[in-house]
């Protein structure tokens, strides 16, 4: 069962929207004709203030069913690590389990609950943005892409739900959405709810890939701490801030820099006080994440590089050589027969003793 809230307090830092997230909305904005004023980089967290005004701008410009729209874009890649979480998952709960407990990884945009009542389970979602002009559309975008989402990982449509809105309808955006999904659609309300049978809960997810889904967690979970760093040395701090943004594509010195809130340059000297180069501990932090990910998961190379933050497989593959000597598929295949190993032994042992 999914736990009640979000692991993470709101509104305890900057707010900010992860870069597949925000890339989502600059694309369909620009399909639609609404350029990103000043453009942004594909690697770039956007802040909140400017993800609503691009939102605010794009459903001025294409109407306000564009926030559904938007929602309907979403693939499990828009909501980065935490959607490599959901293809790992076995069932529906399990995945609005790790939606809730790694929203603060996506967004600060809002949070959310859950909870049962009765034979239905109520996912609500509090926008910490209600006082915007793209309030209403920044909802209707949430639970249009939590449904686009869970069909995906479904692979079937979901029907038998409803959904609560606390704005007002608008004809257009209401017509849209009748037409776009079966949910009995409430305006007006005390929450913005999705409420379902609980049955769905136990829907199960054919991609699932259990296997992963511990080491997955461990390493959003790093993720999480790295957004709410204790005091400790500089090189642990940097590290914790390398964590947080690698998967996100190049992290740079200034964007562990802006982490800390130092200036480039302070943080340059902090580093040379005790030694220590900004390279070599993003090389060390990736090499140790690398080995993690090929001797205790399958996933697929290309995603362990995108998980570092390479560009594509041939570049982390380069660097793996030069940090360990060896191709990540001859690492993991070593890993995985020197894991074997122990089990082997241990066969052996039992066989020579029942033939003695």
Same mark, same amino acid.
């Given at each position: 069962? &999914?736990?009640?809230?979000?692991?993470?307090?709101?509104?305890?830092?900057?707010?900010? +929207?992860?870069?597949?997230?925000?890339?989502?909305?600059?694309?369909?904005?620009?399909?639609?004709?609404?350029? $990103?004023?000043?453009?942004?980089?594909?690697?770039?967290?956007? &802040?909140?203030? $400017?993800?609503?005004?691009?939102?605010?701008?794009?459903?001025?410009?294409?109407?306000p069913a564009?926030?559904? #729209?938007?929602?309907?874009? +979403?693939?499990?890649?828009?909501?980065?690590?935490?959607?490599?979480?959901?293809?790992?998952?076995?069932?529906?709960?399990?995945?609005?389990? $790790?939606?809730?407990?790694?929203?603060? =990884?996506?967004?600060?945009?809002?949070?959310?609950?859950?909870?049962?009542?009765?034979?239905?389970?109520?996912?609500?979602?509090?926008?910490?943005?209600?006082?915007?002009?793209?309030?209403?559309?920044?909802?209707?975008?949430?639970?249009?892409?939590? =449904?686009?989402?869970?069909?995906?990982?479904?692979?079937?449509?979901?029907?038998?739900?409803?959904?609560?809105?606390?704005?007002?309808?608008?004809?257009?955006?209401?017509?849209?959405?009748?037409?776009?999904?079966?949910?009995?659609?409430?305006?007006?309300?005390?929450?913005?709810?999705?409420?379902?049978?609980?049955? =769905?809960?136990?829907? &199960?997810?054919?991609?699932?890939?259990q296997g992963?889904?511990?080491?997955?967690?461990? *390493?959003a979970d790093?993720?999480?701490?790295?957004? *709410?760093?204790?005091?400790?040395?500089?090189?642990? $701090?940097?590290?914790?801030?390398?964590?947080?943004?690698?998967? #996100?594509?190049?992290?740079?010195?200034?964007?562990?820099?802006?982490?800390?809130?130092?200036?480039?340059?302070?943080?340059?000297? #902090?580093?040379?006080?005790?030694?220590?180069?900004?390279?070599?501990?993003?090389?060390?932090?990736?090499?140790?994440?690398?080995? *993690?990910?090929?001797?205790?998961?399958?996933?697929?190379?290309?995603?362990?590089?995108?998980?570092?933050?390479?560009?594509?497989?041939?570049?982390?593959?380069?660097?793996?050589?030069?940090?360990?000597?060896?191709? &990540?598929?001859?690492?993991?295949?070593?890993?995985?027969?020197?894991?074997? #190993?122990?089990?082997?032994?241990?066969?052996?042992?039992?066989?020579?003793?029942?033939?003695?």
């Open positions: 069962m &999914p736990p009640p809230t979000c692991s993470i307090a709101p509104n305890s830092f900057p707010g900010r +929207v992860v870069a597949p997230y925000a890339h989502t909305l600059i694309e369909l904005a620009r399909a639609e004709g609404v350029s $990103q004023d000043g453009g942004a980089a594909a690697d770039a967290d956007m &802040p909140v203030a $400017q993800y609503l005004d691009l939102l605010a701008r794009a459903c001025e410009h294409a109407g564009f926030g559904w #729209r938007l929602g309907q874009s +979403v693939k499990p890649t828009t909501y980065g690590v935490n959607g490599i979480l959901l293809l790992a998952c076995a069932t529906l709960g399990e995945a609005l389990a $790790q939606v809730l407990r790694f929203e603060s =990884l996506v967004h600060d945009l809002g949070r959310s609950e859950f909870a049962l009542e009765g034979g239905h389970a109520v996912y609500a979602w509090r926008n910490d943005c209600a006082g915007h002009a793209a309030a209403a559309a920044l909802s209707e975008s949430v639970f249009s892409g939590i =449904l686009t989402c869970a069909q995906w990982l479904l692979g079937r449509p979901v029907e038998s739900f409803a959904l609560e809105f606390t704005h007002a309808a608008n004809a257009q955006s209401a017509s849209y959405i009748a037409q776009a999904c079966a949910a009995q659609v409430r305006w007006g309300a005390d929450a913005n709810r999705a409420i379902f049978p609980t049955a =769905l809960l136990d829907w &199960p997810l054919p991609q699932a890939q992963v889904l511990a080491l997955l967690q461990r *390493h790093a993720l999480l701490q790295a957004r *709410h760093p204790r005091d400790a040395g500089i090189a642990a $701090q940097v590290r914790q801030s390398l964590s947080g943004r690698l998967g #996100r594509g190049t992290v740079k010195l200034a964007d562990v820099a802006q982490d800390l809130h130092l200036s480039t340059r302070t943080l340059q000297r #902090r580093l040379a006080d005790e030694g220590l180069a900004y390279q070599t501990l993003l090389d060390a932090t990736r090499h140790e994440l690398a080995c *993690h990910y090929l001797s205790g998961s399958a996933l697929p190379i290309a995603e362990v590089a995108y998980l570092l933050g390479f560009q594509d497989a041939p570049a982390f593959t380069h660097a793996f050589k030069h940090w360990q000597g060896q191709g &990540p598929g001859q690492y993991r295949a070593e890993a995985s027969r020197k894991s074997l #190993r122990p089990l082997a032994d241990a066969e052996n042992r039992t066989r020579r003793g029942l033939t003695a």
